[in-house]
């Protein structure tokens, strides 16, 4: 059985290196000496159109992988492991893109401005679970008041909304409420002002400035962009759920590990 036919088994069968070494008359030591002996797999994009959807998931504190999926395609053109989510490690992996003969036809992100700052130029889409996520930490799942729960419920409508009629319902939600969020209360001690309702706001400026990207799918019909990130968070939770068995495994036969399952065209890849 070749190392890299073990490093499969050890990740889709949830197996220990000793149970496998068992399988093959040899020593958990022997197995996981092989495994570490695989090379890292690397990307392999394929030239030409492709919409990105680009966003990066941590293993731990200092360790990451930032992954570029093609959800039409269903494979990653592009990963490389990253100590935390910067915009210029956004901009490392669209250069390698562009580099590999990669045409960036749109993006789709979780909705960080210096992410879109990165592919400017590039029609952008914003993840709607991201924005509904945004909404429901600024104003919780059960809202106190009218204006609060009125704006999440719009929120709520977004992934089945039309640009036009989610527009107009927005901006007639601050008409209706415009004085409201312009309240003020005073902190005499400090001898200043703050706004009542900063939460709700905040919310609703969420939802006002990322307007322009919500519905870039809706105008590009052609280019079949997702409006959610959906492809790529569902291969990481699967990612991450094959390597949970294996938790105090080396950094370096993580790495491997992870670069042999981003490599495939889905995860599906043991069989």
């Known amino acids: 059985m070749t190392a890299s036919r073990l490093a499969a088994r ?20 022997w197995v ?18 492709a919409v990105i959807v680009a ?32 915009s210029a490690e956004y901009a490392s ?9 990669v045409d960036i036809k749109a993006v789709v992100t979780d909705g960080r401005r210096g992410v879109r700052e990165v592919f400017a130029g590039v029609p952008a889409q914003m993840c709607h679970f991201h924005q509904i996520k ?12 009218e204006a609060a729960r009125e704006l999440r419920a719009l929120a709520l409508t977004l992934t089945r909304a039309e640009e036009a009629g989610f527009s107009a319902a927005l901006a007639a939600w601050n008409g209706r409420w415009s004085d409201y969020l312009k309240e003020r209360t005073a902190d005499a001690g400090a001898g200043r002002w703050q706004y009542t309702h900063r939460r709700l706001r905040a919310a609703y400026r969420s939802l006002k400035s990322n307007l322009p990207f919500l519905f870039t799918f809706q105008r590009l019909p052609e280019l079949n962009i997702p409006n959610t990130t959906n492809s790529l968070d569902g291969s990481f939770a699967a990612m991450k759920n094959l390597l949970s068995a294996h938790k105090g495994m080396s950094g370096r036969r ?16 043991f069989h």
């Open 10 to 29: 050890y990740v889709a069968e949830r197996r220990t290196a000793e149970q496998l070494g068992r399988d093959v008359g040899r020593s958990g030591r």
């Open 32 to 49: 996981r000496d092989a495994m570490a002996a695989v090379p890292e797999a690397a990307p392999a994009p394929t030239p030409g159109p």
């Open 55 to 86: 966003d990066v998931t941590f293993f731990d504190r200092r360790r990451g992988v930032l992954v570029c999926r093609d959800p039409n395609r269903r494979e990653n053109p592009h990963w490389h492991e990253v100590p935390s989510e910067t």
């Open 93 to 101: 992996a669209r250069d390698a893109l562009l580099a590999a003969g």
């Open 134 to 145: 945004t909404v429901t930490t600024y104003l919780t799942r059960r809202p106190k008041t």
């Open 254 to 269: 993580r790495s491997v590990l992870v670069s042999q399952i981003l490599s495939k065209k889905s995860l599906q890849i």
